[in-house]
T-cell receptor, first 115, second 115 residues
Framework: ETGVTQTPRHLVMGMTNKKSLKCEQHLGHNAMYWYKQSAKKPLELMFVYSLEERVENNSVPSRFSPECPNSSHLFLHLHTLQPEDSALYLC??????????????FGPGTRLTVL | AQSVAQPEDQVNVAEGNPLTVKCTYSVSGNPYLFWYVQYPNRGLQFLLKYITGDNLVKGSYGFEAEFNKSQTSFHLKKPSALVSDSALYFCAVRDSSGTASKLTFGTGTRLQVTL
């Protein structure tokens, strides 16, 4: 699984820290996504970038700030998080966003723990 | 609004027996349907999808799924289960008629295959 990489794989941070999650896709896709995966809950779509423009922002708190500098890279900047933000954060990419029929390719995720 | 239901939190199967993981969906238009699998400490991997055409879709690792429009179902099946199939399985749906509608995931079904 080297198509979509995520760093770090594990992150422990205090509520006052600032950290960033990084995602890189090597598949030549033009859409990238951030999801939050919590136990016993469906995957929650957080943000979507298509052609480097944000096209979806699902009522995510402002303490999460995405950045897409180019079609291969996606960041999630974190600041003043809450313990309930502890989860697995998954990055994904796909070819095309609007068409909807192309499958998404996921990275291994970053396991985030907020103390 | 679109939704996905995976009625079973866990499915237990003996190796060599057939397996079925259930999924029902609700969309206002025609659905695009997907199955993903997640192994421990890994991201989601695409298994198969239904877009249009033949109701029986074949995917990776010997899995298949049958689209049933009247029952709004898309159950995942495999004729002979392997211990290595043990993982978390997610069904997902997207409305083909909505412009850039998001992919909605179910809560997941844990498949346990035993010797």
């Amino acid at each position: 699984e080297t198509g979509v990489t995520q760093t770090p794989r594990h992150l422990v941070m205090g509520m006052t820290n600032k950290k960033s999650l990084k995602c890189e896709q090597h598949l030549g896709h033009n859409a990238m996504y951030w999801y939050k995966q919590s136990a016993k809950k469906p995957l929650e779509l957080m943000f979507v970038y298509s052609l480097e423009e944000r096209v979806e922002n699902n009522s995510v708190p402002s303490r999460f700030s995405p950045e897409c500098p180019n079609s291969s890279h996606l960041f999630l900047h974190l600041h003043t998080l809450q313990p309930e933000d502890s989860a697995l954060y998954l990055c994904a990419s796909s070819q095309g966003w609007a068409s909807g029929y192309n499958e998404q390719f996921f990275g291994p995720g970053t396991r985030l723990t907020v103390l | 609004a679109q939704s996905v239901a995976q009625p079973e939190d866990q499915v237990n199967v003996a190796e060599g027996n057939p397996l079925t993981v259930k999924c029902t969906y609700s969309v206002s238009g025609n659905p695009y349907l997907f199955w993903y699998v997640q192994y421990p400490n890994r991201g989601l991997q695409f298994l198969l999808k239904y877009i249009t055409g033949d109701n029986l879709v074949k995917g990776s690792y010997g899995f298949e799924a049958e689209f049933n429009k009247s029952q709004t179902s898309f159950h995942l099946k495999k004729p002979s289960a392997l211990v290595s199939d043990s993982a978390l399985y997610f069904c997902a749906v997207r409305d083909s008629s909505g412009t850039a509608s998001k992919l909605t995931f179910g809560t997941g079904t844990r498949l346990q295959v035993t010797l």
